[in-house]
């Protein structure tokens, strides 16, 4: 009618037949799509309907053979070329960002250990009991520390210490504040008459927490790793030319209830603080301790979704960017103010100033 005739088909793979005598090329729109095509009369056909899929010119679909997972077809689909094998390392820029970025909050946390090492006996840091802000700078420390666990090429024991690190020092640090919390509390009621409150402070059975807190986290990643502990596992759907090696968690219930447990020591810490926010300015870091908590929770509650809708290195990036935000949210709302205090305002930082707000 016009000399070259176009017709536009849309074909659906698993019910495609095409006459012999209208063999024709097919052209794709994109990649892995099932339904395409425009087609030129009078031209040899080729049918593309698969990315994994390796066909030779002039063939039917049915002859086309699909290559393996770790390969792809190369552009003029006559050869599988082997995917390249990927992971979030060091030389990579997200992961290069994610690992200067834990540095430089390692060196933060060691610069404010350091100031309160070196002010140990001013009244600001005696006040918030200087030995459990050693411990929980230290657990914070070792919260950045971990996160180098999750860049690089994974191995069996990466794996393993990536998730059983993550969970032992985060537990760590929340027994810590909520041990922190409970001295709020102690050092105002011991002000009070009557001896068992001044027994119990005296005894420091506050500091039973810790332990208990990371007992019972220890148990729970020892039944995960008992029943189903974390290994060496490839991707090759979420990028086409790639295997991206990770580490499978291996029990999804393990890794969640470990979540969930951190998450209920938060919670009880961001309410206890919470409701005594109001005591007298001395012993009020309950503030502090509240606000940290809540910056903990709202990365940990955004975590959820996020990581249940990436997939491949992205993973891995949203896990570590959640360690470090969460670290460095315990570090700022819970230390900051109080280098501020020891380094910028000295005269705040006296004993006579503290009574005098009690």
């Not at 792809?72 to 992961?95: H, I, M, W």
């Not at 208990?212 to 290994?231: K, N």
């Not at 929770?297 to 975590?303: I, K, L, P, R």
Request: proline share 4%; glycine share 6%; charged share 15%.
């Amino acid at each position: 009618m016009f000399g070259v005739q176009v017709l536009l088909l849309v074909m659906n793979t698993e019910h495609m037949q095409v006459p012999k005598g209208l063999q024709t090329k097919v052209t794709t729109v994109g990649v892995n799509q099932k339904k395409v095509g425009l087609q030129l009369i009078g031209l040899p056909k080729t049918v593309y309907t698969d990315s994994s899929l390796l066909c030779h010119i002039g063939s039917d679909q049915q002859e086309c053979i699909p290559c393996l997972s770790q390969d792809y077809p190369n552009p003029e689909r006559n050869q599988c070329v082997p995917k390249a094998v990927t992971f979030l390392s060091f030389e990579d820029p997200l992961g290069m960002a994610l690992a200067c970025t834990a540095l430089c909050l390692s060196v933060s946390t060691f610069i404010v250990l350091g100031i309160f090492l070196k002010h140990r006996e001013s009244a600001i840091v005696k006040a918030n009991n200087k030995t459990l802000s050693y411990i929980l700078l230290i657990s914070i420390l070792l919260c950045f520390f971990c996160s180098f666990f999750f860049i690089g090429r994974p191995n069996t024991i990466s794996c393993i210490l990536q998730q059983i690190t993550f969970a032992l020092v985060f537990t760590l640090a929340i027994s810590t504040v909520l041990a922190k919390t409970i001295t709020v509390i102690l050092a105002f009621r011991v002000m009070k008459p009557g001896r068992t409150m001044r027994r119990i402070f005296l005894l420091g059975i506050y500091k039973a927490v810790i332990p208990v807190c990371v007992l019972i986290q220890l148990i729970l990643s020892g039944v995960w790793l008992g029943t189903s502990p974390p290994y060496i596992d490839t991707d090759v759907h979420s990028e086409h030319a790639h295997v991206i090696i990770l580490c499978n968690k291996g029990s999804v219930t393990a890794f969640y209830s470990v979540l969930a447990y951190l998450g209920t020591l938060a919670l009880g810490s961001f309410t206890v603080a919470f409701l005594v926010r109001n005591l007298p300015d001395t012993f009020n870091e309950a503030k502090f301790l509240t606000f940290s908590m809540l910056v903990f929770c709202s990365v940990w509650v955004t975590f959820i979704p996020v990581y249940q809708s990436t997939k491949g290195k992205a993973m891995v990036a949203v896990e570590v960017f959640s360690i470090l935000a969460s670290s460095a949210g315990l570090l700022g709302c819970i230390f900051f103010p109080k280098c501020y205090v020891i380094l910028l305002r000295p005269d705040k930082n006296s004993l006579r100033c503290l009574k005098n707000k009690i």
